[in-house]
Structure formats: C-alpha cells, structure tokens
Nanobody, 124 residues
C-alpha cells in the first residue's frame, strides 16, 4: 500500500513557476514508477509527466516539454514536478500516482495509487 500526498499548488501569474511535491509513504517507494496527471474542469484527466523507479526513463506530454521537469528523491520518498513558463491552460488539479511496474508509464490505468490532488491556477 502506498499513500501519496501532493503539495505546492496555488495561484500563479502566466509565465510564473511552481514546484509540486508528492510525498509517499511506504518502504517500497523506490521500486515504483511515478507519474503526474492533471484534470481541468470539464475535461478528462491527462498525462503530464512520469519517471521510472531508477529515474533513467522519463516521459513528458508534448504540451509540457521544455517547461516542466519531473524528478525524484528516493531517499526522501518524494517526487517533484517543476513547472516553469506556466500558461492559463495549465490550470487544473494535479495528481501524482504510483505505478507498481516501475516503468513510469504515460498510461493512467497502469497506476494503482493516486493522491488527492493539488490545485494549480494560472491567472493574471
């Protein structure tokens, strides 16, 4: 069992930055792939970024490439999402998720554990 708690969301102006954190419980965090997904009002959940258990494999959605960076610190049981050059269309609830296969898949159905989400609002 893995419990995930996101933090770091908030209100930011266009062009600004935020860093999201996802703290995980459990001793097996280092074996899980970790992903970030988001869901905007009236839209389906979509993949944002993912990282394999080792950190070697990283995947990004096309719309965040060059702006967002995913990283993990297995010693701290934490995964991060650094978000730069934020746009109003990035407004959404951001969720982190844990993938027991360890691969860091972009497919949401491969994730067994999800956090409660943190709101990110990009607005002037």
């Amino acid at each position: 069992q893995v419990q995930l708690v996101e933090s770091g969301g908030g209100l930011v102006q266009p062009g600004g930055s935020l860093r999201l954190s996802c703290a995980a419980s459990g001793r097996t965090f280092s074996s899980y792939g970790m992903g970030w997904f988001r869901q905007a009002p009236g839209k389906e959940r979509e993949f944002v970024a993912a990282i394999s258990w080792s950190g070697v494999t990283i995947n990004y959605a096309d719309f965040v490439k060059g702006r967002f960076t995913i990283s993990r610190d297995n010693a701290k049981n934490t995964v991060y999402l650094q978000m730069n050059s934020l746009k109003p269309e990035d407004t959404a609830v951001y969720y982190c998720a844990a993938d027991p296969w360890g691969l860091g898949s972009p497919i949401g159905s491969e994730y067994d554990y999800w956090g409660q989400g943190t709101q990110v609002t990009v607005s002037s």
